[in-house]
């Protein structure tokens, strides 16, 4: 269930009180039990004498800002706080333009990556607020930060399942910038959009049945049905044809339960790394077994990509889930969306 003023996200929550602003996170990485919360105060603003249940205390206006995925870049240039961003870690795939502008300046500084950050460089940055994003809390660099007095700030938003869930999030980094107005509106645009397109669709007769994924070492992963891309073939009315499982993250199969249950699948989507008929064919004849391969009808969102080679899938995906949406109506339902060119989902290259 989305907390209390949310409509989708349910990794985090904001309550305001007198002397500031609540941002509760939690699950900031799957089947974490973890909860943060930081209490966002203006500057002047005295500390509350109960401070010991916050994780932090952060004192705005906030005017430094290390980021460390490439959504968190997209979120902060909709809220117009790019500017603020002194640091990133690997910032070469980044495609954001604003973000390029100033890293060709010399304004932004590589921290090395999320595995291995440079303690020391960020600590001579003096960020006023860190955006952390792992796959656990075994970082012993964020607690170096936390010693020194940084706000190390846990972003949550790839764990939603949910498309608008992600997109809500623009609403957790507002209170940063007192942009809460701008937030709202830009969510209440993409959410109408996304609903029209899904809306449109409740009444039709047939779902096509989607594979998708593709193997790697031998194990072929694909979404489970309540995960990110799952949401997204329910909501394009898609007979997905693993919707009945309730994974939340990727699934591992072999080959042959994939073959067994997709060989006569209309549509294909996200074939992992493959852009092209080419390299599929290099793997040998198991995917030439799949009707998709066939009907050249295998779609990816690999083929785009920004300046540097930054997938936008990833970078701008999260904030565009209607234009997702409609990539993949696109395909599915032809004639159902008009005046639409297909951005995130292409068509795999010969």
Do not use: C
Request: net charge neutral; no cysteine; charged share 20%.
């Amino acid at each position: 269930m989305p907390a209390s003023g949310l409509d989708y996200a349910v990794n985090f929550s904001i309550d305001q009180i007198d002397k500031g602003t609540i941002l509760k996170v939690q699950n900031p990485w799957p089947k974490s039990l973890l909860n943060y919360r930081y209490l966002l105060l203006d500057e002047g603003q005295e500390t509350p004498t109960d401070s010991s249940r916050f994780t932090q205390i952060i004192r705005k206006p906030i005017r430094r800002i290390i980021a460390t995925a490439t959504p968190q870049i997209t979120a902060l240039d909709l809220l117009g706080a790019v500017d603020k961003v002194v640091a990133f870690p690997t910032p070469d795939f980044v495609s954001n333009t604003r973000f390029r502008e100033r890293l060709a300046q010399n304004q932004i500084t590589s921290i090395g990556n999320n595995q291995q950050l440079d303690v020391e460089r960020i600590l001579r940055l003096k960020p006023d607020v860190f955006f952390a994003f792992g796959i656990s809390d075994n970082f012993n660099a964020l607690e170096q930060l936390k010693k020194a007095g940084i706000a190390v700030v846990w972003i949550a938003d790839w764990t939603e399942n949910h498309p608008l869930g992600r997109t809500e999030w623009l609403k957790f980094f507002a209170p940063f910038f007192d942009k809460e107005p701008v937030a709202d509106s830009i969510f209440l645009a993409v959410k109408k959009e996304y609903n029209q397109v899904k809306n449109k669709l409740i009444n039709i007769p047939e779902k096509p049945k989607v594979m998708a994924g593709a193997i790697y070492q031998d194990i072929w992963y694909l979404p489970g049905g309540n995960s990110y891309l799952g949401k997204l073939f329910e909501d394009a009315q898609a007979n997905y044809l693993w919707s009945d499982t309730n994974a939340s993250g990727s699934l591992s199969k072999n080959a042959e339960h994939v073959i067994l249950k997709a060989q006569n699948a209309e549509f294909w989507f996200a074939p992992a790394q493959y852009t092209s008929y080419r390299q599929l064919e290099e793997e040998g004849n198991l995917y030439k077994r799949f009707k998709p391969y066939k009907t050249q009808k295998i779609f990816t969102y690999n083929k785009t990509l920004g300046p540097s080679g930054g997938t936008l899938f990833f970078e701008t995906g999260p904030y565009q889930p209607d234009r997702l949406l409609k990539d993949i109506v696109y395909w599915m339902h032809p004639g159902l969306i008009e005046n639409h060119t297909p951005f995130y989902f292409t068509q795999l290259d010969d």
